[in-house]
């Protein structure tokens, strides 16, 4: 499965030492926060955490610390209300993309603070991590699923033995019971929410748990609690592969270029287990490795996420069909160089093995005529052993909302599609806006223009004006045509 996050941005604020050390002086002496530095943050931020029970039920039994990060407000007069944001994955730490989300939500900086709760299972808060393989591992390990199978069982099992390792109490409903624990102890009554990917589904549970601390709410890419993962990312993965066949089919340029795309994708499914090499894209050493239907379609998967990578799928395909694979493998891994932190996949499957494989049977979600039930068995498998926590049925309710709520979908979105997004509005109700960018991939809030409108929106007085704020500014932002390389024929062609 793949990561749900959002994907990096760089930083948007840059402010003066002279407005930055008084105002950071005076937030160092809050009680039980201390000053600490993290990753990608240009000022100082401030650290806590707070003691929770592992299993909410036995408040006597096993504690965990959940651990957090404030990016303190710069102005002395800083607003009461702070801005909660929530992590994707599931799995992913918020404060080791703490630079991502500073430059996502810097603007905020100046009279709001920023806090990041690592959600049990990640980062610093009971983590759940399994051993990662090595960059350089040999190609042919890399994708022998009853080596990835085997090495998730150890991990179950190594996990299962440390302090706060029973893997029932790691759920979205608990965790945002952690969430408000913060709040408490950061003394703010009311808060805003933004939620990115699976940080969606922790702010919708946020609000259904706590509307009434809630002031307004941001999700971006949303996955909501009555989606069954494994069986939507089948549904949604085609849709989004099919997007690219057809703008190549609709535009004279690519379609000219590439004339038999479709027919050469499945013709390359047909050929399909089979023998290939490729150049290892770490060490660039050729290997061989055994090709199946799995490993191509996620390769295939991956560059969906941004529309830019999806570009040079029509190259990428067009050669994999002819034997050469290192534009896809170079593809599928552009996104992996400097990735801020690794998934907890302990965590992730904790999550997912709850909430939503105990609903496969009753989803509605229509395989891809290609991805087919791949995800789903995958994860029925690794969560047949997985122990799986209790999930209360309203988990899965979406009532009217009591905040106002901007829901924000990329239309290219191969994860998160748009029509979750607009199931979910319908739902909130009345205080929910749902704005749609076509081109955009997973996550649109790094577009310059919706930045700020995410800003303008949280800012606004009252629900009605934060309603109103005009946020339709990237709607025009067109699908980046297919990507040619720069070759002495298409510069002559150019010329």
């Given at each position: 499965?793949?990561?749900?996050?959002?994907?990096?941005?760089?930083?948007?604020?840059?402010?003066?030492?002279?407005?930055?050390?008084?105002?950071?002086?005076?937030?160092?002496?809050?009680?039980?926060?201390?000053?600490?530095?993290?990753?990608?943050?240009?000022?100082?931020?401030?650290?806590?955490?707070?003691?929770?029970?592992?299993?909410?039920?036995?408040?006597?039994?096993?504690?965990?610390?959940?651990?957090?990060?404030?990016?303190?407000?710069?102005?002395?007069?800083?607003?009461?209300?702070?801005?909660?944001?929530?992590?994707?994955?599931?799995?992913?730490?918020?404060?080791?993309?703490?630079?991502?989300?500073?430059?996502?939500?810097?603007?905020?900086?100046?009279?709001?603070?920023?806090?990041?709760?690592?959600?049990?299972?990640?980062?610093?808060?009971?983590?759940?991590?399994?051993?990662?393989?090595?960059?350089?591992?040999?190609?042919?390990?890399?994708?022998?699923?009853?080596?990835?199978?085997?090495?998730?069982?150890?991990?179950?099992?190594?996990?299962?033995?440390?302090?706060?390792?029973?893997?029932?109490?790691?759920?979205?409903?608990?965790?945002?019971?952690?969430?408000?624990?913060?709040?408490?102890?950061?003394?703010?009554?009311?808060?805003?929410?933004?939620?990115?990917?699976?940080?969606?589904?922790?702010?919708?549970?946020?609000?259904?748990?706590?509307?009434?601390?809630?002031?307004?709410?941001?999700?971006?890419?949303?996955?909501?609690?009555?989606?069954?993962?494994?069986?939507?990312?089948?549904?949604?993965?085609?849709?989004?592969?099919?997007?690219?066949?057809?703008?190549?089919?609709?535009?004279?340029?690519?379609?000219?270029?590439?004339?038999?795309?479709?027919?050469?994708?499945?013709?390359?499914?047909?050929?399909?287990?089979?023998?290939?090499?490729?150049?290892?894209?770490?060490?660039?050493?050729?290997?061989?490795?055994?090709?199946?239907?799995?490993?191509?379609?996620?390769?295939?998967?991956?560059?969906?996420?941004?529309?830019?990578?999806?570009?040079?799928?029509?190259?990428?395909?067009?050669?994999?069909?002819?034997?050469?694979?290192?534009?896809?493998?170079?593809?599928?891994?552009?996104?992996?160089?400097g990735r801020p932190g690794a998934l907890?996949?302990?965590?992730?499957?904790?999550?997912?093995?709850?909430?939503?494989?105990?609903?496969?049977?009753?989803?509605?979600?229509?395989?891809?005529?290609?991805?087919?039930?791949?995800?789903?068995?995958?994860?029925?498998?690794?969560?047949?052993?997985?122990?799986?926590?209790?999930v209360p049925a309203a988990f899965y309710?979406?009532?009217?909302?009591?905040a106002a709520t901007l829901v924000l979908?990329?239309?290219?979105?191969?994860?998160?599609?748009?029509?979750?997004?607009?199931?979910?509005?319908?739902?909130?109700?009345?205080?929910?806006?749902?704005?749609?960018?076509?081109?955009?991939?997973?996550?649109?809030?790094?577009?310059?223009?919706?930045?700020?409108?995410?800003?303008?929106?949280?800012?606004?007085?009252?629900?009605?004006?934060?309603?109103?704020?005009?946020?339709?500014?990237?709607?025009?932002?067109?699908?980046?045509?297919?990507?040619?390389?720069?070759?002495?024929?298409?510069?002559?062609?150019?010329?």
């Amino acid at each position: 499965m793949q990561n749900l996050s959002l994907r990096a941005v760089p930083m948007a604020l840059m402010m003066a030492g002279a407005l930055a050390t008084p105002a950071l002086h005076a937030a160092e002496v809050r009680p039980g926060l201390l000053p600490c530095r993290l990753q990608g943050v240009e000022h100082e931020a401030l650290c806590g955490s707070v003691r929770r029970p592992l299993d909410p039920a036995a408040p006597q039994g096993p504690m965990i610390d959940v651990h957090f990060a404030v990016l303190p407000a710069l102005a002395r007069n800083r607003k009461p209300d702070p801005v909660f944001f929530f992590a994707g994955g599931p799995g992913q730490s918020a404060i080791e993309i703490a630079g991502h989300v500073a430059g996502l939500l810097g603007r905020f900086s100046n009279r709001r603070d920023i806090v990041l709760v690592d959600q049990r299972g990640t980062g610093r808060s009971a983590p759940l991590v399994c051993d990662e393989p090595s960059p350089t591992q040999p190609l042919a390990e890399a994708v022998d699923v009853a080596r990835i199978f085997g090495r998730l069982a150890h991990c179950r099992t190594r996990l299962q033995q440390l302090p706060h390792g029973d893997l029932r109490h790691y759920t979205t409903a608990v965790a945002m019971q952690d969430a408000d624990a913060v709040r408490r102890q950061l003394g703010a009554e009311r808060v805003n929410l933004v939620g990115g990917s699976y940080g969606t589904r922790a702010a919708l549970d946020y609000m259904r748990q706590f509307p009434q601390v809630v002031r307004r709410a941001v999700i971006d890419g949303v996955a909501p609690p009555d989606m069954v993962l494994p069986a939507a990312f089948s549904t949604d993965n085609q849709a989004a592969l099919d997007a690219v066949f057809s703008a190549c089919e609709a535009d004279r340029a690519c379609s000219a270029r590439f004339p038999a795309l479709r027919a050469d994708w499945r013709g390359l499914l047909a050929t399909l287990p089979r023998e290939v090499r490729v150049a290892h894209p770490v060490t660039g050493e050729v290997q061989g490795l055994t090709l199946g239907r799995d490993t191509l379609l996620g390769l295939v998967r991956t560059p969906l996420y941004v529309p830019a990578l999806a570009s040079a799928l029509p190259l990428a395909l067009t050669e994999a069909a002819r034997g050469r694979f290192e534009p896809l493998v170079g593809l599928a891994t552009a996104l992996q160089g400097g990735r801020p932190g690794a998934l907890a996949e302990g965590m992730h499957f904790s999550v997912v093995c709850a909430e939503d494989v105990p609903r496969l049977a009753q989803a509605a979600d229509r395989p891809g005529a290609d991805f087919g039930a791949a995800f789903a068995d995958i994860y029925r498998k690794v969560c047949a052993d997985w122990p799986q926590g209790l999930v209360p049925a309203a988990f899965y309710t979406l009532s009217p909302a009591s905040a106002a709520t901007l829901v924000l979908s990329g239309g290219a979105d191969p994860v998160t599609p748009p029509r979750h997004g607009e199931r979910v509005a319908g739902a909130l109700g009345a205080k929910a806006r749902h704005v749609v960018v076509p081109e955009a991939g997973h996550g649109v809030m790094g577009l310059a223009c919706l930045r700020d409108a995410v800003f303008r929106f949280i800012d606004a007085t009252g629900d009605d004006e934060a309603l109103q704020v005009d946020a339709d500014c990237a709607r025009a932002l067109p699908r980046p045509p297919a990507f040619v390389p720069i070759t002495a024929a298409t510069v002559r062609a150019a010329q």
